[in-house]
């Protein structure tokens, strides 16, 4: 079976979960702020206060599955797998994506510190898209050796699918809260089929059209994620 063709069970996957971890007995709801450092992109910003993570069910003194959502303002993500150009800037950006994380953890819990080793996997989807035409001008200068470039391109963004780990420190104040300090790594990608056209050329030559398609067109969905939050024992 295709990883595109799993897409289907693995989306539907971490829905039904999140639907079972809310009807749950959840031990722990955590209320976080949470900051995306993309690979060549720009930093995003967390859209308080939807960003509920660590709802879930202990699997014993030393497990525990988990989940939740963020919700991210990005400033700009890249795009990869583009035939004729690429860029270390953003091409993508701004827009909104929602992220739903499905994680596997060990747990390590004293009487007021908690240590864990999270990593699973994780589906996102971005909305209210915009390309960054002026980096993406940019890419296709230099990769044509051109004096001016102008894009003109639609796209058609998918359902991302990608796995991360990393790791969480708590500290209890009272018995029913404590703040929470993580830091994750996700590597994951999203089809954004561009196509369209560019024109350009040198300044001493004539102007040139290219019909275009790039079918195997992704957003970069890769890097660091820093949260400071608030846990509330149930």
């Known amino acids: 079976m295709s990883f595109k063709s799993c897409k289907r069970y693995i989306i539907g996957f971490l829905i039904l979960f999140t639907f079972a971890a809310n009807q749950s007995q959840a031990q722990e709801v955590g209320l976080s702020f949470s900051y995306f450092v993309p690979k060549d992109g720009y930093v995003s910003t967390p859209v308080s206060p ?5 709802v879930g069910v202990d699997l014993n003194q030393y497990m525990a599955i988990q989940t939740g959502f963020s919700l991210y303002r990005m400033s700009g993500l890249n795009i990869k797998d583009i035939d004729d150009f690429e860029s270390k800037e953003p091409l993508l950006g701004p827009n909104f994506t929602i992220m739903v994380p499905l994680e596997f953890v060990i747990q390590f ?3 007021r510190q908690e240590f864990r ?36 391109f639609d796209y058609n963004h998918g359902i991302g699918l990608g796995y991360y780990f990393g ?9 029913q809260w404590g703040l929470s300090l993580e830091a994750n790594y996700f590597i994951g990608d999203a089809d954004i089929e561009l196509n369209g056209s560019y024109t350009g050329g040198n300044m001493t030559g004539p102007l040139e059209t290219k019909a275009v398609d790039y079918p195997d067109s992704k957003v ?11 846990l509330f024992g149930s």
């Open 50 to 54: 939807f960003s509920i993570r660590g």
């Open 109 to 111: 819990i004293g009487k």
């Open 117 to 152: 080793l999270k990593g699973g996997g994780f589906s996102f989807y971005g909305f209210s898209n915009k390309l960054n035409y002026g980096n993406i001008d940019d890419a296709i200068k230099k990769a044509e050796g051109w004096d001016v470039a102008n894009a003109d």
């Open 167 to 175: 790791t969480e420190y708590v500290i209890r104040v009272t018995n």
């Open 220 to 230: 970069d969905y890769t890097g660091l994620e820093i949260s400071v939050g608030i």
